[in-house]
Each structure stands twice: as structure tokens, then as C-alpha cells.
């Protein structure tokens, strides 16, 4: 059964959502940088509430140490200029890979960061959906469960449906988690 929640994940753990389970794979594309997690956390009526971009790639790395099985994988989605922020506190990743963005009429270059075991199909140059469902569908073991902390419009839970997967998700804007509800039937376990 899919599950969401409505959390800012800078002050909440996920454990409503997860209720004690670890999934096989965490796949994400978080908000990027100090001016992103502004943006949303304003246009979510927090105005005025900043965060430390810094603290909150420790808060995501926390997230999936805490919530992901051992021997899984994890993803980060993130522009070109973050990619060193995040490998400064995930690590080395096992797999980087340039993606591609559309947004305001334009394609740019991404980075999709990969810790744990890596797809057999290299999603390099592929774009939105495309990546999270080369990457998904050809793991070594094919995963059975996928967590996004920051679940935006679901791509991620779109892809799950696809390939028969169990989707938690959380978002921290209520508009875009009734759009990404109505992709799978999720149950609404938890709300701040």
C-alpha cells in the first residue's frame, strides 16, 4: 500500500510514513540550494523561513541512512553546481551521471548522484521520467519499495506504479502532493 505525508523533512523523521519498514531504494530530487529551499518553503506560506542548504543535504543524508535497507541504493537528483555539496557530506558516489532538465523553456544539464548498488543501464542524457525508470528498472535486484522525501509532482511515484513498486512519499506542498495522491491512490498517514 502507498503511503505520503506532508512534512517539512528538516523537523520530522519520516517515521509516520515509514512505520518501522526500509525500502530498496531512495530516489530523489530535492529542492537545490539556499535560494530553492527558500522559494518552496515561501510559496508553502513559511515566509521568511530560511534553511542552510548545508543542513539540509545533512537532513537528506540522514533520512536515507535512516530509511534505506542495507545494500540499497540511493539517488540524488541535483543541478550541476551541487553536486560537490552533496558529495562533500554523501560521499564518493558509485555512479555520476549527466542527466538533462527542461525547465523555462530550456534543457539543461543535470547530475544524478548514485551510492549503492548501480543501474545496468547508464541514464546519461536521458530526461524527467525517463531517468528515475532506467534507473528503477534495470538494478541489479530488482527493488520492491521506493522512498522520495521531497516528492514534488511524482516522477518517482509515476515510475513505481509503472514497475510495480510500494511508494512512500512526503512533500511539504499540499498541492503538489494531491497531484502526486492521485497518481497512485495513496493513503495520507501523516501531516505537520
Excluded at 21 to 33: A, L, Q
Excluded at 91 to 109: E, F
Amino acid at each position: 500500500m502507498h503511503r505520503i505525508t506532508l512534512h517539512d523533512i528538516m523537523t520530522n523523521d519520516l517515521d509516520d510514513l515509514m512505520q518501522g519498514e526500509k525500502v530498496d531504494v531512495i530516489y530523489s530530487d530535492p529542492p537545490w540550494g539556499e535560494g530553492n529551499l527558500k522559494f518552496w518553503r515561501t510559496y508553502n506560506g513559511q515566509k521568511g523561513h530560511n534553511v542552510d542548504w548545508e543542513k539540509f543535504v545533512r537532513r537528506i543524508k540522514f533520512l536515507c541512512d535512516k530509511h534505506v535497507k542495507p545494500g540499497g541504493s540511493v539517488f540524488i537528483e541535483t543541478g550541476m553546481r551541487f553536486d560537490k555539496d552533496i558529495m562533500a557530506i554523501f560521499g564518493q558516489p558509485q555512479g555520476r551521471y549527466i542527466i538533462k532538465y527542461k525547465g523555462g523553456g530550456k534543457v539543461l544539464d543535470n547530475v544524478l548522484l548514485g551510492y549503492g548498488p548501480q543501474p545496468k543501464i547508464d541514464p546519461t542524457g536521458k530526461t524527467g521520467i525517463q531517468v528515475a525508470l532506467s534507473v528503477l528498472s534495470s538494478l541489479p535486484t530488482p527493488p520492491k519499495s521506493v522512498l522520495d522525501c521531497c516528492v514534488g509532482l511524482g516522477t518517482t511515484a509515476k515510475v513505481a506504479k509503472k514497475l510495480g513498486m510500494t511508494c512512500y512519499a512526503n512533500e511539504l506542498n499540499p498541492k503538489r502532493a494531491a497531484k502526486t495522491m492521485k497518481i497512485l491512490n495513496f493513503n495520507l498517514v501523516g501531516k505537520d
